[in-house]
């Protein structure tokens, strides 16, 4: 199905603000969502028969513009062979989205990336604690403001 | 015989009866360069070096390297790879878990300088002498098993001109 039936489709059940859709870029074509309805725009994208977004191939964290921060799902039908991207964008000031891992399970290692490398809080996740960097390290690694510590436990962090 | 071969030109030997005279730092210095175990640990690329030079081609077995599951069972760490600072906490406690005298010998270019993460690898150790002290490096990005052999038998020298007595030197 393509993006603008999907589109079609996602306008008759959800508010008409609730989520944008961007054709004319150079890129694949993508919806951004409102940060408050990601998790039932994604339980219905998964949930709907037409849809069955069955997998979430992957989501990332964005340091997205200078206030901005951005969340990026792709996901995927294997039912209907299928894709769709979808993004969310949150200001920097309180980067706080809702979790999708109980849509998919699969999101909430990533998610807990998101949260260690950007600073994404996701809203009602299991478990957000960091998933690759230390549990005490400080700031966040892939933010383009990033300024790496000194030290890390007695250890001279810079070359 | 083969005992008598690997000790030094100082070992006398008697014409008759099983006796043989040699100096107790001798003794000890071949016993323990002859059987140095190794931890049973390995951090990147660098281990797939390492578990070469273990395998049947290069075979650390016939220095008597073997390696150990347990800190107190080793005499050397191979520092096989890149260190990270998540990493480094950890290599700490098995060093110090290691019963004295206890080596370490780092391998390639992330455990003796940081290598390519030197600049932006933000959660790279910049060389594994930063918090414990090495005997031996081992350059290579990886290195070669027939390098790291090298280094092993670096790190035999090295024991081999030790001394249990304790000297004035600073």
């Not at chain 1, 299928?82 to 399970?105: F, G, M, Q, R, Y």
């Not at chain 1, 994404?120 to 478990?127: G, K, S, T, V």
């Not at chain 1, 960091?130 to 966040?140: A, H, K, T, V």
């Not at chain 2, 098995?94 to 370490?104: A, C, R, T």
Request: proline share 6%.
């Amino acid at each position: 199905m393509e993006i603008t039936e999907i589109y079609n489709i996602l306008n008759t059940v959800f508010a008409e603000d609730a989520l944008e859709i961007k054709t004319d870029l150079p890129v694949e074509s993508f919806f951004i969502v409102k940060a408050v309805a990601i998790n039932p725009v994604c339980f219905f994208l998964r949930d709907e028969d037409s849809l069955q977004f069955d997998s979430l191939s992957c989501l990332s964290g964005v340091d997205f513009d200078k206030d901005n921060l951005a969340v990026v799902y792709h996901l995927y039908s294997y039912v209907h062979n299928h894709k769709l991207t979808l993004k969310v964008i949150v200001p920097k000031s309180e980067p706080k989205v809702p979790t999708v891992s109980d849509v998919w399970a699969t999101a909430d290692w990533h998610e807990r990336e998101a949260y260690d490398m950007v600073g994404l809080i996701f809203e009602n996740h299991p478990d957000l604690r960091r998933i690759l960097c230390p549990d005490d390290w400080e700031g966040f690694p892939l933010r383009k403001d990033y300024k790496v510590q000194e030290f890390y436990r007695g250890m001279k962090v810079p070359y | 015989m083969g005992i008598l071969n690997k000790l030094d030109s100082r070992i006398e030997q008697f014409e008759s009866g099983n006796i043989i005279i040699t100096t107790a730092d001798k003794l000890l210095n071949w016993s323990r360069l002859s059987s140095i175990w190794q931890m049973f640990f390995g951090l990147a690329c660098c281990a797939i070096e390492m578990m070469a030079t273990s395998a049947s081609h290069y075979d650390l077995d016939r220095f008597g390297i073997i390696p150990r599951p347990s800190p107190r069972h080793c005499d050397i760490i191979l520092i096989s790879g890149t260190v990270t600072l998540k990493m480094a906490t950890r290599i700490k406690r098995l060093y110090d878990q290691m019963p004295s005298p206890k080596y370490i010998l780092s391998m390639g270019s992330c455990a003796n300088c940081g290598g390519p993460y030197w600049e932006h690898g933000y959660h790279v150790l910049k060389g594994i002498d930063r918090i414990v002290p090495v005997d031996v490096y081992v350059p290579g990005c990886p290195p070669r098993p027939e390098a790291l052999l090298e280094g092993l038998l670096k790190v035999q020298d090295k024991i081999r001109s030790q001394s249990i007595a304790k000297t004035n030197k600073a």
